[in-house]
């Protein structure tokens, strides 16, 4: 059972850095999408930055040129790079590994969670 475990989150003050690490425990990024998510209370959780198998990347339009998501195979190791925070980036962040196959039957859907990390940009 692959588990994902976020950390790095904390209470920074607006202009701030912060980097997000999700360990996986496995070698798992030749078969998943890598996302990470944030989620405000009250709120849906929302997509903040991807990495698909082929390195290609996309991110919010809020966080374009802040946040910067990245991996390292070896360590099977997932990052986010979040710099110049802003209040507005306040709210729990999850690592989300993403994989689906519409080409078997039963088509292969499964996503992956960690447990979440807070994120704090406050003066």
């Known amino acids: 059972q692959v588990q994902l475990v976020e950390s790095g989150g904390g209470l920074v003050q607006p202009g701030g850095s912060l980097r997000l690490s999700c360990t996986t425990g496995?070698?798992?990024?030749?078969?998943?999408?890598m996302n990470w998510y944030r989620q405000i209370p009250g709120t849906q959780r929302e997509l903040v930055a991807s990495?698909?198998?082929?390195?290609?990347?996309t991110y919010a339009d809020s966080v374009k040129g802040r946040f910067t998501i990245s991996r390292d195979n070896a360590k099977n190791t997932l990052y986010l790079q979040m710099n110049n925070l802003t209040p507005e980036d306040t709210a729990v962040y999850y690592c989300?590994?993403?994989?689906?196959?519409?080409?078997?039957?039963?088509?292969?859907?499964?996503?992956?969670w960690g447990q979440g990390t807070q994120v704090t940009v406050s003066s």
């Open positions: 989300n590994a993403h994989h689906s196959n519409d080409l078997v039957t039963p088509p292969v859907n499964v996503d992956l």
């Open positions: 496995g070698n798992i990024f030749s078969m998943f999408t």
């Open positions: 990495l698909r198998r082929d390195s290609d990347t």
